[in-house]
């Protein structure tokens, strides 16, 4: 069972690049690795997913070491917008057959502040 | 027009009443889920439906029952409630059940058990 990890809070300026990490020590080798923003009152939204190395897309950068136990989410030249919770989320569900847990971490505020 | 759609957006109602909670989603996907969120904020999945098939029942109460009548619905029934069954219920489906899905979420219904 992979236990996550995060820090409860951030906090940043607009402008910066703010980096979230997340430990999952016990992370299996079929786990992918997905981290998901949260509004209040909203449902979580995917932002990026990755299973090694690095992935970029539009709004992040996921960082994931050899040895998968960690992984960081990096938000480039962050806005007050993008002040909400962040959760990882790791995990896999196998098709048809027993299910392994989905163990979302605890989620890290990130306040952005002008 | 919202993929994932969920009723009611509130709850509120008695220790030891029955309700439900229905969710819906429009985008053709397999598997759908439902997460309990906290006062702490924890995303903890409690079960999750791939064509109707259970596929995750975490360690809930058995007062706690998914019943999916196809696909596109997966609805929630919670007997004899109590007062730790206040929180956040967010339904959410995937394409399919496989590792790399992108969760899509609905809004939530918050349930407050006075």
């Known amino acids: 069972l992979a236990k996550t990890t995060q820090p409860i809070s951030m906090d940043s300026y607009e402008g910066q690049e703010v980096n979230i990490t997340c430990s999952h020590n016990?992370?299996?080798?079929?786990?992918?690795i997905t981290w998901y923003q949260q509004f209040p009152s909203q449902g979580p939204r995917f932002i990026i997913q990755?299973?090694?190395t690095k992935v970029t897309n539009e709004v992040a950068s996921l960082f994931i070491p050899a040895d998968r136990k960690s992984s960081t989410l990096s938000l480039p030249r962050v806005s007050l917008s993008d002040t909400a919770v962040y959760y990882c989320?790791?995990?896999?569900?196998?098709?048809?057959?027993?299910?392994?847990?989905?163990?979302f971490g605890s989620g890290t505020q990130l306040t952005v502040l002008p | 027009d919202t993929a994932v759609s969920q009723t009611p957006k509130y709850l509120v109602t008695q220790m030891g009443n029955d309700k439900s909670i229905k969710c819906e989603q429009n985008?053709?996907?397999?598997?759908m889920y439902w997460y309990k969120q906290d006062s702490k904020k924890f995303l903890k999945i409690m079960f999750s439906?791939?064509?109707?098939?259970?596929?995750i029942n975490e360690t809930v109460p058995n007062r706690f029952s998914p019943k999916s009548p196809d696909k596109a619905h997966l609805n929630l029934h919670i007997n004899s409630l109590e007062l730790g069954d206040s929180a956040v219920y967010f339904c959410?489906?995937?394409?399919?059940?496989?590792?790399?899905?992108?969760?899509?979420f609905g809004p939530g219904t918050r349930l407050l058990v006075l």
């Open positions: 959410a489906s995937t394409p399919s059940a496989g590792a790399d899905e992108t969760q899509y």
């Open positions: 016990n992370i299996a080798t079929n786990d992918y």
């Open positions: 990755g299973y090694k």
């Open positions: 989320l790791v995990g896999d569900i196998l098709r048809g057959g027993s299910a392994r847990q989905l163990t």
């Open positions: 985008l053709g996907h397999d598997t």
């Open positions: 439906y791939n064509n109707k098939e259970l596929i």
